[in-house]
C-alpha cells in the first residue's frame, strides 16, 4: 500500500502540469486578445512601397513594414513556410498593394490585415516573444 501512495504522489504533478500546458494561452490567443482589446479595424487593402519587410509573430501572424506604415497581418492558417529555408514566390494582384484574402507571403494567403503604429508593431513583437505554454 505504502508503495501505491508513492507512485499516485509521483504521478499527480505530472497530470497536473500536462493539464495546465493543454489549457493554457498561446501566443496567437495573446494576439487575437490584443487586436480585440485594441479595437483593431479590419482593412481591405494595404499600399506598400516598393521595399518593404516583415517580422514573424507567431506562424499565423506577422508584422509587415513599409517605411513609417506597419500592418498586423494574419494569415488564413499556419503559415509553416516563413522558416522554411525555400523561398515561396509572393503572389500580388498588385505590385504596391497587398490584398486580404487574394495576395501571399511566402505562399501563405493573407485573411485579414489591421493598421498599427509603430508602438503596437513593437508591442506585438513582444507578444511573439513570449514563452508558450
Not at 504521478?11 to 494576439?31: F, H, K, S
Not at 506577422?62 to 492558417?77: C, K, P, T
Not at 513556410?81 to 501563405?108: A, K, Q, Y
Amino acid at each position: 500500500m505504502g508503495s501505491m501512495k508513492r507512485l499516485i504522489a509521483m504521478l499527480v504533478p505530472g497530470v497536473l502540469v500536462g493539464c495546465a500546458v493543454q489549457t493554457g494561452l498561446t501566443v496567437d490567443d495573446a494576439v487575437v486578445d490584443y487586436i480585440a482589446v485594441s479595437e483593431l479595424q479590419t482593412l481591405r487593402t494595404a499600399r506598400m512601397r516598393h521595399q518593404w519587410s516583415y517580422k514573424q509573430v507567431t506562424e499565423r501572424y506577422v508584422i509587415v513594414s513599409a517605411r513609417d506604415d506597419h500592418y498586423l497581418v494574419e494569415f488564413r492558417r499556419r503559415c509553416r513556410e516563413l522558416s522554411d529555408r525555400h523561398v515561396t514566390p509572393d503572389l500580388r494582384h498588385e505590385r504596391n498593394v497587398l490584398r486580404s484574402g487574394i495576395d501571399t507571403i511566402r505562399g501563405c494567403r493573407i485573411d485579414r490585415m489591421f493598421a498599427i503604429d509603430k508602438a503596437q508593431a513593437q508591442e506585438l513583437e513582444q507578444i511573439g516573444k513570449a514563452p508558450t505554454y
